[in-house]
Structure formats: structure tokens, C-alpha cells
């Protein structure tokens, strides 16, 4: 069996062109085992959002041309989807385009008492990722001591 960074880097690579003729953007690939099903999952966006018609497009097209390459040797379910209004916040572009939103962010290890926190995202740096708290002050972390980073959902 393929590592399945190798699978998600094969994958993205293949679907790519399809992604771009759409016109939508490729938010994130997983291949992930969930219990006994392995599953295939992509997440897209567009200008405007992206809607269950699009992915239903997309989902054909991808189904199709990973049918037809046979990169992925196990059975698994495909999904195709919107990455959500709280979504993970995982490649450069994602820190850069979301500079100066709310951010929900959970630690490895606690910081001051808890490992969750909201901040405003600063920027990412290398792999320093700077923050600003409530009262406005700095704060940088190593991205290998975040667990998750993603947009916080205001309601």
C-alpha cells in the first residue's frame, strides 16, 4: 500500500487540470482510514462559494479519471465538497488569504491553562506562525506545536 502522502500528492497532481478547467480552486486532498473505509476526499472552492452541483461535477470527472489511472490500489469512498466557513487552515496561500481573520486554534500541549484558544492570525513565517490575543498583543508559535488552526465561525 502507498504512504498516503504520496497517494494525496499522486492524486492532487492528477486532478488538477480538471480543477483548473472547472475554474475552482483545490482547497485540500485527504486519504484517510476512517474505521474500515478508506476515503478519498477533496475539498473545493470558487469565487462565490461552491455549490453541490459543482461538486457533483466535479465528483464525475474525478471518479473517472482515477478509475482510469488506478493510482490508489485499496477500495475507497470518493467525496467532494465545500471546505466549509471553519476551515483548516493548512497551505501558505490559505495564512496569506486569511490574514487578519478570527482563528480557532488548538495547541498539542496547553497554553496558559488551555490548548484552545482564539486569536486574530497575524501571519505565517516560515514556520512561525504569528498571532495577536483580545488585548492586541503579539504572540508567535512553531506550527509543529499547533494541532489545528482554522477559521472561527461567528455567529
Known amino acids: 500500500m502507498a504512504k498516503v502522502n504520496n497517494t494525496e500528492s499522486k492524486v492532487e497532481q492528477l486532478v488538477m487540470p480538471v480543477v483548473e478547467e472547472l475554474g475552482f480552486e483545490l482547497v485540500d486532498v485527504e486519504f484517510v482510514k476512517e474505521g474500515q473505509n478508506w476515503y478519498l476526499r477533496f475539498y473545493l472552492d470558487k469565487e462565490g462559494g461552491i455549490g453541490i452541483n459543482d461538486c457533483e461535477v466535479a465528483s464525475r470527472r474525478f471518479e473517472k ?25 493548512k497551505k501558505e496561500k490559505d495564512f496569506v488569504r486569511y490574514a487578519g481573520s478570527l482563528v480557532d486554534v488548538k495547541f498539542y500541549k496547553a497554553y496558559e491553562g488551555s490548548k484552545e484558544h482564539q486569536f486574530t492570525l497575524k501571519c ?32
Do not use: H, W
Open 65 to 89: 479519471l482515477l478509475d482510469e489511472k488506478e493510482l490508489i490500489e485499496q477500495a475507497y469512498i470518493l467525496e467532494v465538497s465545500s471546505p466549509g466557513l471553519d476551515r483548516q487552515l
Open 124 to 155: 505565517l513565517e516560515g514556520t512561525t506562525v504569528k498571532l495577536e490575543d483580545e488585548n492586541g498583543n503579539e504572540l508567535s508559535f512553531d506550527r509543529k506545536d499547533i494541532a489545528i488552526i482554522k477559521l472561527a465561525v461567528i455567529f
